[in-house]
């Protein structure tokens, strides 16, 4: 895996994605778990937020324990109303899940997710 880290540079009220992930556009995103309780799916939210700075990808570091449903709902949101093409998802800095379109559509998305719990 390829990681490059971009200059930030703000345009048109947004800023560019932070890095570059195999060629490809990415933010990084650290959703607030208090922020969930009054707005849509963190994961959602952070997806969506990424593809208006021109993103096709997004890495998502939980900072704190969301429930596994919380996640799944919002990983399934993301591929369903967006057009992201990959989410990086780091539990709590301990292991990184990558769910492409392609797990998502094939539902494989939700085991990748569990093990993301269970091997911290």
Sequence with gaps: MKIKILEHVEKDEFKNPELE???NLADNKIPNPELYKIIENPIYNAAKSAVKQTATDVVIK????????TVVKGVASAFRQTTIERIYLNFL??????INRDNYESGVYKRAIKNGYLNP
């Excluded at 939980?62 to 449903?69: A, G, K, P, T, W």
């Excluded at 800095?93 to 990558?98: A, L, M, R």
């Design 21 to 23: 992930i195999n060629g």
């Design 62 to 69: 939980l900072r704190s324990n969301y429930d596994y449903e």
């Design 93 to 98: 800095g301990k292991s990184i899940v990558v």
